[in-house]
């Protein structure tokens, strides 16, 4: 079993867990722990009956619908009704059982209800185990803009069973692994080769995953550890991010985030060819990699006005420039302030003219 990790926050530490024995196992040991209710997925409560019985029948529980449209103020208030009906006190404990989106929900919920109660989470998908479930970002859609209101509430535990993910889509275990893709060129090199070799010897669901998980969770925790509430440091993570965020709106949502998360490394690392900051055959690599294991369509092409005019609407974006996370020959991320003008148009589309044939960011038909 994988060692746990211990997470430093200024909330207070906390512990992540690799559950031995599977998905019934981790359910009969969290009936016994005392939680005054726990707010699960719907699909995931439907398709683990059996397993999360002993933990589902044994407190009050909140099924919730896992779309963009229920991670607003509406959805977590279901999660405020839930936990009220329930007469939760500042001392009541939440479990969230589910992927990334019910994580934030439970977790903006955790934080307003009395000012804030303590919750702890099962993750169920690779992208909500690898990624979301530490760092204590909670985000709600509003307005139908993405992630537009939220806060920072740490869990007080993390319990991880892979077993979960034998259950998830190609697309959502594709989706994790953008988002450990991204953190793999964050952290020591060999990583990335790490990732690349396990995905090409075993595809997707290859059995060196769990320990891919711990170890996208080990980048991410030294760099949360040294800055929390992302004054500095903490912003590499949002490497790809910039135009992974344009794609995912271009698709409509079709495309799940850690997904276009792996393309927007691929774009970020194309620029930082461009500005002379990456060698070109560093840039090749990758994008083998990624145009293999990512596949991706869109319903309309994807343009460079469209990414460029999509960037501009960046929480990071301001007076015409954006900040972009690029990466350099050294191994290192750097925050490169970009204009968002004609230039960065005109690599754009060099992009998406000679480097996305099918399928890739360039759209299917
Ligand atoms: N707070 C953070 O730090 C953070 C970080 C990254 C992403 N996010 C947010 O997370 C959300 C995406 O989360 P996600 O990718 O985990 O997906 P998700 O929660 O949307 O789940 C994806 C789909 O998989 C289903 N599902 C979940 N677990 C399953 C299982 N074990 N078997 C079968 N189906 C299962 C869900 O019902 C849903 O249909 C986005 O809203 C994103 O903004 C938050
Ligand atoms: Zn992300």
Known sequence: ?????????????????????????LAARLAGMGFSGVVADRRVAGMYPDALAPLLGAVPVLLADATEEEKTLAGSAKVLEFMQANQFSRQSRLLAVGGGIIGDMASFAA?????GIRWEFVPTTLL??????????????????KNQVGAFHAPSAVWIAPEFLDTLSDNDIRSGYGEIVKLSLTGPAVFFEEVRGALERGGLRNPELPGLIRKGLRVKQAI?????????????????HTFGHVLETLSGYG???????AWGVDLANWIAVKKGLLPEAEYAGIHAFVARHFPVSYSRPVTARGLVAGAARDKKAAGGSVSLVLPAASGELRIVPTAL?????????????????????????
Do not use: W
């Open 128 to 145: 909500a185990m690898s990624d979301s479930c530490i760092g204590a970002k909670c985000c709600l859609n509003f307005n139908r803009h």
């Open 255 to 261: 495309i799940p985030h850690g997904l276009a998360v």
């Open 111 to 115: 934080h307003v209800y009395h000012r």
């Open 1 to 25: 079993m994988l060692e746990p990790l211990l997470i430093q926050s200024g909330q207070g530490a906390y512990r992540v867990e690799f559950a031995a024995g599977g998905v019934a196992a």
């Open 224 to 240: 949360i550890e040294q800055d929390e509430y992302e004054a500095g440091p903490r912003r590499i993570l949002n490497y790809g």
């Open 341 to 365: 003008d004609g230039a960065l148009e005109e690599i754009l589309d060099a992009y998406l003219t000679t480097q996305c044939g099918q399928p890739a960011a360039r759209g299917s038909r």
